[in-house]
């Protein structure tokens, strides 16, 4: 397993063996690049008001708050005042509520003739997705609400702040570079 840009900073034990048991398991036929490993409370917040009206950031921001967690709603706030239509859809978590930010997550592509295979429909996904759930990833190419096939997590839970509950919990979880 090579480190390619850093990628795999960060990461959570738990997931290193994971991922690189799935490297070898995908060996035979492709490399497994990891292209995403801890994402930033900043850069989840980016990439969540990228896609999202004025509307849906404040009721998220409020949902944050009620919930007992100011402080994530604040990064939104934080990185604004942008949003709407400037970006693609790349995510449905807010910052906190992404396994990426406690280094349990990780975006991969197979490599295949020297190329990032990107069509969803090669070979290669699939080979991905029966290593993946043999080293015991969950994959979220099965999800049925925002589907993503190059992601994979250690938790079977979807939401962090659902799992850890309290800001205590999240803060004593999250992945030591995310405030970077
Ligand atoms: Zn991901």
């Not at 060996?27 to 989840?44: D, H, K, L, Y």
């Not at 005042?81 to 400037?86: A, K, N, R």
């Amino acid at each position: 397993m090579n480190n390619q840009n850093g990628v795999y900073l960060g990461l959570a034990p738990a997931l290193r063996l994971r991922l690189a048991e799935l490297t070898r398991l995908c060996s035979p036929w492709f490399t497994v690049i990891a292209n995403c490993g801890v994402r930033s409370m900043a850069e989840q917040a980016r990439l969540f008001r990228q896609s999202r009206t004025k509307i849906e950031i404040n009721a998220k921001k409020q949902s944050l708050t009620d919930r007992g967690f100011p402080t994530l709603a604040a990064v939104i706030d934080a990185v604004g005042p942008q949003d709407g239509v400037i970006g693609l859809h790349m995510t449905k978590s807010a910052p906190g509520e992404s396994w990426h930010q406690y280094g349990l997550a990780v975006d991969c592509v197979p490599l295949v003739n020297g190329k990032p295979m990107w069509d969803e429909e090669h070979e290669s996904w699939e080979i991905y997705k029966e290593a993946a759930y043999m080293v015991g990833l969950s994959w979220a190419g099965d999800w049925k609400h925002y589907k993503e096939i190059s992601h994979v997590q250690v938790p079977e839970v979807r939401n962090p702040l659902t799992h850890y509950k309290t800001i205590k919990a999240v803060e004593e979880a999250l992945a030591f570079n995310v405030w970077e």
